[in-house]
């Protein structure tokens, strides 16, 4: 087996996620690398800041919501992601729409086991119904709104009951979150600013012309292998099945319909990469980047070692949720985080050289800029990051 080192690793991640060149557009940023994370909403601007010359908050605004060449939409793991519609429907098709029947029989036992209706498929069919024909008439409609014309949505649900972490929720948020995995809605423009994360909802066949790609299953399969391997190859099984969220026997049967090569990895063992893809970039100059929590380079592997090193316990939440991370030539070296006066915190957990340090201090400056007056916290905080916004 050919031998790819960690250091050749990190240059094709440096590379191919653009941690160093910057490219022109926000479609670009999302396809280098498969879609960007969405369970923070401030993740898929600070994401693109890190990708995309000069870019603007508009810039992501207008791909969203009125080019619509990308989409918020649910996918692997249950996680949201920003990507091209193009990709939503081989995501949807590969994963999504998996999600669907376990949370309509979670929800309805929750309906029964709560006496919320005596019949709960019947009610819940109907809930669903009016739903939507609430959202047709409104065209887009946050869960509030919606719930003034169909005040079902209103009722409540236990979750926990009798633990410590016991807590209500209410029906709309998981009577919207099983029509999100059925594909009949999406989410729209947030209320508020581009932190936000009080999304309007939008009957998904309005917001994309004609909805969703109809594709092949097993063509959808293989190709949302293909594309991660393209963008984060190598990577191990373990890496596929954790980020798709499969079976090992689904991951199997999809790598089958694509031609893979094994190859050695310094830490890793056997990897696998795109069979036309054995090539390592040259040496280029040194890289720096400030990424945001939960970016896809940092979440993309499961086995993070190679670019890591022993930083889970300080970067990663106790859910394995990523927070902000200083990078340096395609490993991770530090955590950063924003203070409440806006000023830009960096915790460096390596030593790193005087040009490293350099580069870390020049896009430090060029985040605060960006920032200006904003603030914003991770949805998810790392232990590192809360220490360091905790500063002046």
């Given at each position: ?248 026997t689904k991951t199997r049967r999809a790598l089958e319909r694509l031609k893979v090569e094994e190859v050695e990895l310094e830490e890793d063992g056997v990897g696998l990469v795109l069979a036309d893809d054995l090539e390592t970039p040259s040496p280029a100059r040194p890289s720096v980047a400030l990424l945001p929590g939960l970016d896809p380079s940092v979440m993309g592997w499961k086995e993070r070692e190679w670019f890591l090193g022993p930083h889970q316990d300080r970067l990663f939440d106790r859910n ?73």
């Open positions: 087996m050919k031998l790819i080192t960690t250091t050749e690793r990190r240059r094709r991640l440096v590379a191919r996620h653009h941690l160093l060149d910057r490219i022109s557009s926000v479609e670009e940023a999302a396809a280098s690398v498969v879609g960007f994370h969405s369970s923070d909403p401030v993740t898929v601007f600070l994401s693109c800041w890190a990708r995309v010359e000069g870019f603007r908050v508009e810039d992501l605004d207008e791909a969203m919501y009125d080019r619509k060449s990308l989409i918020r939409m649910l996918g692997m793991r249950r996680t949201l992601f920003v990507q091209s519609p193009e990709m939503a429907a081989i995501m949807n098709d590969a994963c999504t729409r998996h999600l669907a029947p376990q949370e309509r029989t979670r929800l309805v036992s929750m309906i029964e086991d709560q006496a919320v209706a005596s019949d709960a498929d019947a009610w819940l069919e109907a809930v669903e119904a009016e739903t939507l024909e609430a959202l047709a008439s409104l065209g887009e409609a946050t869960a509030a709104e919606l719930t003034r014309l169909v005040p079902e949505l209103g009722r409540k649900l236990v979750f926990g009951e009798g633990k410590t972490w016991q807590a209500e929720v209410g029906v709309s948020t998981r009577v919207l979150f099983m029509l999100a995995t059925t594909g009949s809605i999406v989410r729209g423009r947030p209320r508020g600013s581009w932190r936000s994360s009080q999304y309007r909802w939008a009957l998904l066949d309005d917001w994309l012309d004609g909805g969703l790609a109809e594709v092949d299953s097993d063509w959808a399969e293989a190709e949302l292998l293909r594309r991660w391997l393209r963008s984060y190859g190598p990577g191990t099984l373990t890496d596929l099945r954790w980020w798709t969220g499969w079976t090992l394995g949720n990523a927070g902000p991370t200083v990078w340096v030539d395609g490993r991770i070296v530090g955590g950063w985080a924003q203070t409440a006066s806006g000023r830009i915190s960096v915790g460096l957990l390596e030593s790193v050289d005087a040009s490293a340090a350099a580069g870390i201090a020049g896009e430090v400056e060029r985040l605060e800029a960006w920032l200006g007056d904003s603030r914003f916290k991770p949805r998810f905080r790392a232990p590192l990051e809360k220490e360091l916004a905790a500063g002046p």
